[in-house]
């Protein structure tokens, strides 16, 4: 598969782009395409473009952009129709030396589906700092995904399998995707408050 990663050249993007790099071909899609060839240089086979180029190219496209820049990937609605989109973008403020979920009423995967109505819109990968992936990683993660049909779920949860230690659950429907996102903020507020160190999630069922 050809998999663009929008944002990629930030610390997650990087980060995914490895892990998915021995399985398929890497876009690092860059708002400047020279910033874009420069990290896909870090990745074994990546290539580098502007968003557009990227999300054009690809079978697949990752939002790995923050918060604030949502409202810029309205210009790619031609660019991923018809595509799997996966949004593992977190709404997240400062408050007090903590951070706190700041979508309104909504979240940004839902944001995402609304402006880009012709992909497949899920969650993954939100709750997992970049440190988690890579060859040193703690392995046996739950990767939460929300998704509106269970076929846009099963697309999506192929992609988590291919990175090691992680296994998908599934969410339910976009609208929880507030509660995935929001998880986020909740992992990092309790590492800074507990000095646990870095924290992303695993469920755990009853033993017998
Ligand atoms: N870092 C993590 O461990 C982690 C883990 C899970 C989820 N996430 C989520 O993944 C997303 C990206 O995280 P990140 O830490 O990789 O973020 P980041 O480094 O702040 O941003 C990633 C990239 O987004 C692009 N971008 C587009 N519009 C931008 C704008 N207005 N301002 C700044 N950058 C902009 C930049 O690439 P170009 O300038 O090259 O286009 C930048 O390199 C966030 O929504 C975050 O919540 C992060």
Redesign the pocket.
């Given at each position: 598969m050809k998999v663009a990663i929008?944002?990629?050249?930030?610390?997650?993007?990087i980060?995914l782009g490895v892990e998915l790099s021995t399985i398929n071909d890497v876009i690092i899609?860059?708002?400047?395409a020279a910033?874009?060839r420069a990290?896909a240089a870090r990745i074994k086979g990546a290539e580098g473009m502007d968003?557009h180029g990227a999300s054009n190219a690809a079978d697949i496209v990752i939002f790995?952009?923050?918060?604030?820049?949502i409202g810029?990937v309205a210009e790619l609605a031609d660019d991923v129709s018809g595509k799997l989109l996966i949004s593992?973008?977190?709404p997240?403020e400062a408050e007090g030396g903590l951070l706190r979920y700041s979508a309104q009423g909504t979240s940004?995967a839902e944001e995402l589906a609304g402006t880009l109505r012709g992909g497949r819109v899920a969650t993954a990968?939100?709750?997992?700092?970049?440190?988690f992936f890579g060859k040193d990683a703690t392995p046996q993660v739950d990767v939460l995904v929300a998704a509106d049909t269970k076929e846009t779920y099963e697309e999506a949860a192929a992609l988590v399998r291919q990175v090691r230690g992680m296994r998908p659950l599934y969410a339910g429907p976009l609208f929880q995707a507030r509660i995935v996102e929001s998880i986020?903020p909740l992992v990092l507020n309790l590492a800074k408050l507990n000095g646990t160190g870095s924290l992303t999630t695993r469920f755990v069922t009853k033993r017998g």
């Open positions: 929008i944002g990629g050249t930030g610390k997650m993007g980060a899609g860059s708002r400047d910033r874009g990290a968003y790995a952009i923050p918060y604030r820049a810029s593992l973008i977190n997240m940004a990968f939100n709750n997992v700092p970049a440190g986020t």
